[in-house]
């Protein structure tokens, strides 16, 4: 049994019931929600004060999971992504089943595969894709560590996973996001 095994089962607790979590990722502190609960992700924008509609991303356990939400799936994305060398969240056309505020009306999304340890266990445990936004005000600078995320932030969520014992820690640099398309890797949205 792993280290973390409090802090999965609390947020599985609030995922099955729609709430938000505030957890680390192998990039940065995350704002999360089930990724197929319209309501979850709409309480999450509101928590942020973006607007509707705003992209994020989602983050999967597997492969397969992938295969299930994108419809234009060219599976040659998976031998490219098995060739970085860092976090790399790769927009999806054609997605389906995923809460249509993530999607808006192109039906894209950034999706990665997540290496993180408390990540990867969540997520299967979960059996579902997690959102995973930045966890700051819209419009303020991305919290490069816990410490500097908004009080506002901390008090809004349902649960916030414990500092310690997390095995691999967040880097505080965002995922590369790219698109891909016919088969090739299409624009750097950012690095």
Known sequence: ????????TKCLEVLNNGGLVLYPTETIWALGCDATNELAVIKLTKLKAQPVNTKMIVLVATERTIMR?????????????????????????????????LLGEDNKVGMRITNHLFCKHLIKRFQKPVVSTCANIYGTPIPQNFNEINPQII????????????????????????????????????E
């Open 1 to 8: 049994m792993n280290n973390f095994e409090n802090d999965i």
């Open 69 to 101: 939400h994108a419809t234009q799936l060219d599976l040659g994305v998976f031998d490219y992504l098995d060739t970085c060398s860092s976090p790399t969240t790769i927009i999806y056309n054609g997605v389906i089943d995923l809460a249509s505020s």
């Open 155 to 190: 008090n809004g969520v349902d649960y916030t996973v414990s500092q310690e014992n997390l095995g691999i820690s967040s880097t505080g640099k965002s995922s590369t996001i790219i698109t891909w398309e016919k088969g090739e890797k299409g624009i750097v949205v950012r």
